[in-house]
């Protein structure tokens, strides 16, 4: 994996991928046998290699990169299927299996949660929105002024946000990333979610749930309203 990693960050060198790096990254990819798992470590790692690199000038040429290094590691993952993690809490390993899931993130983030209060997945998607990635929030209103709620400041961060304002709760509690990935299970993105709470957070690879939670944010999105209508 190091030797890996070493190839990927030299390949950075002049903000380009070109095809003979291509091949020899793809190569250690197939000979590691990169699983799910490994394949969102990889990606953090490369998410770190980035913003350590990017600046006001080289900014295009950087998010090029890591959607070429990225498109690599797709081509030369595991062929095993329906990859599923699952987590526990309290503890922090739930959030840190979000936490890498939007890091890894190279395209699009879709929320749907009744609420968001974790300072630190909050700041992570507004880096991610910064990045270019195109992220998409669903919530319900009655949590949203709550004390510690932060999507007062991810929507002032210029993320789309859209709201319940319904009698009823918008309760669910999943995301989807890019094309491939979700991220459901009972936990809140809270701290108390981490701190106290028995919670799960299941991550899976599966098409045909990342489908069926596809379709019922975009239904959802269709219906609601944004932030600033409420």
Same mark, same amino acid.
């Given at each position: 994996m190091?030797?890996?990693?070493?190839?990927?960050?030299?390949?950075?060198?002049?903000?380009?991928?070109?095809?003979?790096?291509?091949?020899?990254i793809?190569?250690?990819v197939?000979?590691?046998?990169?699983?799910?798992?490994?394949?969102?470590?990889?990606?953090?790692?490369?998410?770190k290699?980035?913003?350590?690199?990017?600046?006001?000038?080289?900014?295009?040429?950087?998010?090029?990169?890591?959607?070429?290094?990225?498109?690599?590691?797709?081509?030369?993952?595991?062929?095993?299927?329906?990859?599923?993690?699952?987590?526990?809490s309290?503890?922090?390993?739930?959030?840190?299996?979000?936490?890498?899931?939007?890091? $890894? *993130?190279?395209?699009?983030?879709?929320?749907?949660?009744?609420?968001?209060?974790?300072?630190? #997945?909050? !700041? %992570?998607?507004?880096?991610?929105?910064?990045?270019?990635?195109?992220?998409?929030?669903?919530?319900?209103?009655?949590?949203?002024?709550?004390?510690?709620?932060?999507?007062?400041?991810?929507?002032?961060?210029?993320?789309?946000?859209?709201?319940?304002?319904?009698?009823?709760?918008?309760?669910?509690?999943?995301?989807?990333?890019?094309?491939?990935t979700?991220?459901?299970?009972?936990?809140?993105?809270?701290? $108390? *979610?981490?701190?106290?709470n028995?919670?799960?957070?299941?991550?899976?690879?599966?098409?045909? #749930?990342? !489908? %069926?939670?596809?379709?019922?944010?975009?239904?959802?999105?269709d219906?609601?309203?944004?932030?600033?209508?409420?």
């Amino acid at each position: 994996m190091n030797e890996l990693l070493t190839a990927i960050r030299e390949s950075l060198d002049d903000n380009f991928l070109v095809k003979s790096e291509k091949r020899g990254i793809k190569s250690q990819v197939l000979e590691l046998g990169i699983d799910k798992r490994k394949g969102d470590l990889l990606r953090s790692e490369i998410f770190k290699m980035a913003q350590e690199k990017i600046n006001a000038e080289n900014y295009s040429e950087v998010l090029a990169w890591v959607e070429e290094v990225n498109k690599v590691l797709l081509s030369g993952k595991s062929s095993d299927s329906n990859n599923e993690r699952i987590y526990f809490s309290p503890g922090e390993t739930c959030l840190n299996g979000i936490l890498t899931q939007i890091k $890894s *993130a190279s395209q699009v983030i879709k929320i749907c949660l009744f609420t968001i209060s974790d300072n630190r #997945i909050a !700041q %992570a998607l507004i880096s991610k929105h910064q990045q270019g990635v195109s992220v998409k929030i669903i919530t319900d209103n009655d949590k949203i002024y709550d004390k510690g709620s932060d999507i007062t400041e991810l929507f002032e961060a210029g993320i789309p946000v859209k709201v319940d304002v319904t009698d009823n709760h918008m309760h669910h509690k999943f995301a989807m990333f890019d094309k491939d990935t979700t991220i459901t299970g009972s936990y809140n993105w809270t701290r $108390s *979610a981490e701190r106290y709470n028995h919670e799960n957070v299941v991550i899976t690879d599966s098409k045909t #749930i990342f !489908q %069926a939670f596809d379709k019922e944010f975009n239904d959802l999105w269709d219906e609601l309203i944004f932030y600033d209508e409420i």
